[in-house]
């Protein structure tokens, strides 16, 4: 398997599945990592029950996972997409970069390689840095903490000051 870059950029090809539906996206993920020798980057929530899985690896292993997951994901739910690209570029790992390497996590850690498993960018800058960031990534980390102080619709009504507030104040407990 490709072993990331010295920082964190995830190397070898880029496998995408994008699946509707838990059941579907849990099935994908474990035959995508059982079929070959690739890591699982990222899994991204996009719409309500829509995932798309990212890995990582050698271009045939990586082909190999897509076909295997996207056949299984199939037998239990629908596979809204799968691409495979051998040998992407740069822009396309920093258009990942929240979720894909440099500095992010993946939602489902590979082997432990990430610590807080959260499904949104880093927090490697601190607290500081939620002033940096959308809205909508805003709510993909307060999504991610699960605290009841703040959840469902009213995470999607929250003003941008408002998820701030939310994610210092569980920062400090």
Same mark, same amino acid.
């Given at each position: ?41 990222? %899994? %991204? ?7 798309? $899985? ?5 271009? +045939?292993?990586? %082909?190999?996972?897509?076909?295997? @997951?996207? +056949? ?10 799968? $691409? ?16 894909? @390497? ?8 590979? #082997? ?11 927090? #490697? ?25 703040? %959840? ?9 000051? #408002? ?11």
């Amino acid at each position: 398997m490709a072993l990331p870059a010295p920082d964190g950029t995830p190397t070898g090809a880029l496998g995408l599945l994008e699946t509707l539906g838990l059941v579907a996206s849990v099935e994908a993920a474990d035959a995508m990592l059982k079929a070959a020798d690739v890591r699982l980057v990222s %899994q %991204q929530r996009t719409v309500p029950g829509l995932v798309t $899985h990212v890995v990582t690896g050698e271009t +045939a292993a990586v %082909q190999s996972a897509v076909d295997a @997951g996207a +056949a299984a994901a199939a037998r239990v739910g629908r596979v809204a997409a799968s $691409h495979v690209i051998p040998s992407p570029s740069d822009g396309v790992w920093r258009l990942l970069a929240p979720r894909a @390497g440099r500095g992010g996590a993946a939602s489902t850690p590979p #082997e432990g390689d990430d610590a807080d498993g959260s499904d949104a960018p880093s927090d #490697e800058g601190g607290a500081a840095d939620y002033d940096d960031r959308t809205v909508r990534e805003l709510r993909v980390l307060a999504r991610d903490r699960d605290d009841p102080a703040l %959840q469902g619709r009213d995470i999607s009504r929250a003003t941008k000051d #408002e998820l701030v507030a939310f994610l210092r104040g569980l920062d400090a407990r």
